[in-house]
């Protein structure tokens, strides 16, 4: 693969280490004569010096046609810029920002670029994971946050253990899509019967969730 | 600074530098409702005595900044910060995510104009003015 990227010194590093050698073609642009220098020496790769923000550099730097541009410039705009110029311009298939602001992460996926990560979106992420790892829930993400999964215990105690799915009402907002019961994977139908100790993978979206969870783990009256 | 409040048909001028400044000016002397936005307080000195609109300090690639300066009602937005990325950036946003209906921005790399193909935003080049001028003064061809 092609990979073009642009600005950075020690994520541009890291990055570079982990693409370095597994058949990928690095091209390395940076505007920071320092970062150039350093970035050279530790990758052992030439890299180009000159504005990822400019479209003559990019042209110099032959980007056309590359499979992935990831920006991660300091400023989130010159992250915005370098990114559209190498999408409509330069025809790159697909651009990867990095921005500082988390407010961003939507704007700009407002205006087209295909994916954006903002660290301190990430580093919140994670903590509500794992804090909600504490009550025995996991969750994971998908489609940027718009869906999850959760996964949860039943409890004996549940109301809804020993129950079938038609008989306890789940709510039309979340969906229960499998059941893992030691050793067996189980897809349910109404005719499913929920038992403790199962683990339900229940999909839903974020806002929904809090009631979900509640519902699941509402004791027997 | 002042206190704002909500305004309607408003012209949003960002970045007071010499040009924002001058722009500001002559729209509060014709009377038009106008809120100037910068990072930096200090460039609010530019602006004249008699300068009647609105003075914002704020990062304006922030949308919470040009929200509380009420892109939302503007009428015309003219984007002059020294800085050409941060200016295409907020056109963009001008145009794809709150629609102002006359976007202006003042831009000093020529080739940036790629970047406004298809959005209905006018793009002001210093440089290709300068250059139209001195060929006029020498009464050479354009």
């Known amino acids: ?221 | 600074m002042k206190k704002t409040s909500i305004l309607k048909n408003k012209t949003l001028v960002i970045g007071c530098g010499s040009l924002g400044a001058t722009i500001a000016n002559k729209c509060s002397q014709e009377g038009k409702n106008i809120m100037v936005v910068d990072t930096d307080a200090k460039s609010f000195e530019r602006l004249s005595d008699r300068f009647s609109g609105y003075t914002f300090v704020g990062d304006v690639t922030d949308l919470s900044t040009l929200e509380e300066a009420y892109i939302t009602t503007a009428k015309e937005i003219i984007i002059t910060t020294g800085d050409d990325n941060t200016n295409l950036f907020v056109a963009h946003i001008a145009r794809v995510i709150y629609n102002v209906p006359q976007i202006y921005v003042r831009l000093s790399d020529p080739d940036s104009e790629i970047l406004l193909k298809g959005m209905d935003i006018k793009s002001i080049f210093p440089l290709e003015l300068s250059f139209d001028k001195f060929n006029l003064m020498r009464g050479g061809r354009k």
Do not use: W
């Open chain 1, 1 to 221: 693969m092609k990979i073009v990227i642009a600005g950075g010194s020690n994520t541009a590093d890291y990055i570079i280490k982990n693409f370095k050698g597994h058949s990928h073609q690095l091209t390395i642009i940076n505007f920071d004569r320092e970062a150039a220098n350093y970035l050279a020496k530790s990758s052992k790769l030439p890299v180009f010096y000159g504005d990822p923000t400019k479209p003559y550099c990019l042209k110099d730097a032959h980007i056309e046609g590359s499979d992935i541009f990831i920006a991660l410039g300091n400023r989130d705009c010159d992250n915005y810029v370098s990114c559209l110029l190498a999408k409509k311009i330069f025809n790159v298939k697909k651009c990867i920002c990095i921005v500082s602001n988390p407010k961003n992460v939507e704007v700009f996926k407002r205006l087209g670029i295909d994916s954006v990560i903002s660290s301190t979106e990430q580093l919140v992420q994670s903590i509500l994971s794992e804090s909600s790892l504490e009550s025995f829930i996991k969750t994971m993400s998908l489609e940027d946050e718009k869906i999850v999964l959760t996964e949860i215990i039943i409890k004996s105690t549940y109301y809804i253990a020993h129950k079938h799915i038609m008989d306890i009402n789940f709510p039309k907002t979340g969906s229960i899509a499998c059941i893992y019961r030691r050793p067996r994977v189980i897809i349910p139908n109404g005719s499913t019967l929920i038992l403790p100790k199962d683990k339900l993978i229940v999909l839903s979206t974020p806002n929904d969730q809090k009631d979900i969870i509640s519902f699941v783990q509402r004791d027997k009256k």
